[in-house]
């Protein structure tokens, strides 16, 4: 049986559970939208403190929002709040009352300082940064996670050479130790990005219009000048330079910053579940999930999801953009609300994709001798492009090209380098050897190993 508040049984649901959006399941209490209540609250109240600190409202106030602060809001109807969202065109409006309501028990004076100067922007926007300050913070932890496990494979595997790929078909030699260490060497450097944006997120405090008219006529300019540094400092966030109710980089750059994490987690995924197909099995997952109908089935699942959200996450950085470049006015008409589903989403895909890339990186093992196998699949035409280099100033290019061509057609690569008179001087088994021609792959590995543990990389 349903009620108004979509309660089943009793028991309160939310409106999504992510049943059509599996990979960010994992994230769904750190940026639903009962997380994001607490932040506003968290906003209101970090503004009453400040107004506290700096000697505006009496201390009697403070003391009321510790009260608060103590208690939770789980009992909050959410379907409530978002259906009366919708007169003002946001929430902060009808958690205003809400909040004074319980301020108000614990001292009725302090209820009016709720709230006190500020605009609803400036308390949606404040909460939208301590909740992408938060997220940040586990998708970093979590991606360093995923970059240990790479670290080892890395490690463990950088002289084990295997085919190169491009445009899907077999390229040259390089090796599964270097496969790992591109895949950590974007991981890590997408963590450190996001890292970074997410230690510039600022608080906003502009009033009305971003010019803090009403701070400036309650207390006077100097106080409404220190107001927001002192805002910032109570919810953790960076003092703003000024307002930006329209000028919305921290939002774009927030957001590019988790799409870079999730094309990052993507390209990791899409070459795990490559290298997992039964015909490759060059690599393979120890949580892989089954059929409903092939019980063989062993399917690399979490490499599945962290592709699903790798292919949405780029529109919503665009959406994002897009809402920036439309942002007019001082507070802009459509633009600023089009940001909210978008960021929210991209938060709960970049903490959902990271959430899987654990899983992913600590189950991932890698087979060298499959790699081997299939470096001779071509019989040796995988270091064509070594053989041209030695060979061509030999025989010519006429001789070398129809040789690579009877070699493609089946003839035997060696023996085909070995009947050529000019070759007598030559070592045919190391020339055509894939584990002679890998370059500079184990200085490249190690090169990301080094990098990985400069940026506290940790096995």
């Known amino acids: 049986m349903h009620s108004d508040d979509g309660s089943i049984a009793g028991r309160s649901h939310p409106l999504d559970v992510g049943l059509l959006s599996p990979v960010s399941v994992p994230a769904a209490d750190e940026a639903s939208d009962r997380a994001f209540v607490g932040h506003l609250v968290g906003a209101e109240l970090a503004l009453m403190r400040a107004l506290v600190d700096q000697g505006l409202a009496p201390a009697s106030v403070g003391a009321a929002v510790e009260s608060v602060r103590s208690r939770t809001w789980d009992d909050l109807d959410l379907r409530a709040l978002a259906r009366d969202s919708v007169a003002g065109g946001n929430p902060v409006i009808p958690l205003i009352p809400l909040l004074r309501a319980r301020i108000a028990q614990a001292d009725p004076d302090a209820a009016a300082w709720a709230h006190r100067g500020a605009t ?9 940064m301590t909740l992408a300050r938060d997220a940040a913070a586990t998708i970093t932890d979590r991606l360093g996670r995923a970059a240990a496990a790479l670290l080892v494979l890395a490690a463990r ?33 997408a963590r450190h990005r996001l890292a970074e944006v997410a230690d510039r997120l600022p608080a906003q405090l502009g009033g009305a219009g971003g010019t803090l008219a009403s701070f400036v006529e309650a207390f006077g300019p100097d106080q409404a000048a220190a107001l927001p540094a002192r805002f910032a400092v109570e919810l953790g966030l960076q003092a703003p330079d000024a307002p930006w109710h329209t000028d919305r980089w921290p939002v774009t750059e927030y957001g590019d910053a988790l799409a870079a994490v999730v094309a990052a987690l993507g390209t990791f995924a899409s070459d795990v579940a490559t290298l997992a197909r039964t015909e490759v099995g060059e690599a ?15 399917n690399p699942v979490g490499a599945v999801l962290i592709r699903s959200a790798a292919m949405r996450a780029p529109g919503l950085a665009a959406q994002l953009q897009l809402a920036a470049g439309l942002a007019v006015d001082e ?3 459509g633009a600023w609300h089009a940001e909210w589903p978008a960021l929210q989403e991209l938060m709960r895909l970049a903490l959902g994709a990271s959430d899987r890339a ?10 060298p001798e499959r790699a081997r196998a299939n470096l001779s699949l071509t ?26 061509s009877d070699a493609a057609g089946g003839a035997d690569l060696a023996a085909l380098v070995r009947a050529q008179p000019e070759a007598s001087d030559i070592d045919v088994d190391a020339l055509v050897d894939p584990a002679a021609y890998l370059g500079l792959a184990g200085r490249l590995t190690d090169d990301a190993i080094r990098d990985a543990r400069q940026e506290g990389i940790r096995p």
Not at 386 to 397: D, E, K
């Open 284 to 298: 393979s997952v120890s949580a892989g999930g089954g059929s409903s109908a092939m019980p063989q089935k062993q």
């Open 120 to 128: 609803s922007q400036d308390i949606m926007d404040s909460a939208l």
């Open 358 to 367: 654990v899983v992913v990186a600590e189950g991932l093992t890698l087979d």
């Open 157 to 189: 595997h950088r002289d084990d050479p295997a085919a190169a790929r491009t445009l899907t078909q077999h390229a040259v030699p390089t090796t599964l130790g270097l496969k790992a260490a591109n895949w950590l060497r974007a991981i890590v450097r």
């Open 331 to 333: 507070r802009p008409d």
């Open 379 to 404: 019989g040796g035409l995988i270091v064509s492009e070594r053989l041209s280099i030695v060979l061509v100033p030999l025989v010519g290019r006429r001789r070398f090209d129809a040789l690579i």
